[in-house]
């Protein structure tokens, strides 16, 4: 597991061959995170949620890149203790590791964040939920953005808060926000171009 960016730029660490989270990919996470320099300053004070954290590569490469506060959710106990020791080992104060199932964490969270990420099983059975759930309860600022990694056979464009999907390789991302207020004041007409479908392949 590599950090791509920030304080701790290039810095490895050694992930268990046992365990069984599915890390998201360095082309992939550096991809996305190319995107994401174009919506968020995360040196502006960002608070973010890192949700079905696996080995915490989000995570480490939020704080990196200067993330006043990362909350880590994980279940499985070998992955969190994974992200615990990660986080003492370069130090930082800026994350907080949670052992808790992401569903109940939702239901009874009351903080608001930045930036907020999931990358849940791709067979989860209820992935397609967390979306909706997400801005349901509110979790999202109202200039936040909400980034959503799933497999290739879901969809969202038709959802309500969709502003954009990347696809890189066999990964694919979903963004969603709020509307702006620029946007609520114009008229209701949804013109197709503002919809972004990005597809990249990786070399080979």
């Known amino acids: 597991m590599r950090v791509i960016s920030g304080i701790y730029k290039r810095r490895r660490f050694e992930v268990p061959r046992t365990f069984k989270a599915r890390p998201t990919t360095d082309f992939a996470k550096e991809n996305l995170f190319n995107v994401l320099q174009g919506y968020i300053d995360f040196e502006d004070g960002v608070t973010a949620l890192d949700m079905f954290a696996g080995t915490g590569s989000i995570s480490i490469e939020l704080v990196s890149r200067g993330c006043d506060q990362v909350i880590s959710i994980e279940k499985d106990p070998q992955h ?22 992401v569903f109940q964490y939702m239901e009874r969270c009351n903080q608001q964040f930045d930036f907020i990420f999931a990358d849940p099983p791709y067979a989860l059975k209820n992935l397609a939920d967390i979306p909706t759930i997400v801005f349901e309860k509110h979790l999202l600022k109202e200039d936040g953005l909400f980034v959503l990694e799933h ?29 702006s207020q620029e946007e609520d004041s114009e008229d209701t007409a949804t ?11 990786e070399d080979k």
């Open 80 to 101: 969190y203790a994974f992200i615990n020791k990660v986080m003492k080992e370069v130090k930082t104060d800026k994350c907080f590791p949670l052992r808790a199932d």
């Open 151 to 179: 497999g290739k056979d879901l969809s969202f464009e038709n959802h309500p808060y969709f502003i954009e999907h990347r696809h890189y390789g066999s990964v694919n991302f979903t963004f969603f926000a709020y509307p």
């Open 191 to 201: 013109d197709d171009s503002s919809i972004e479908t990005v597809d990249a392949t």
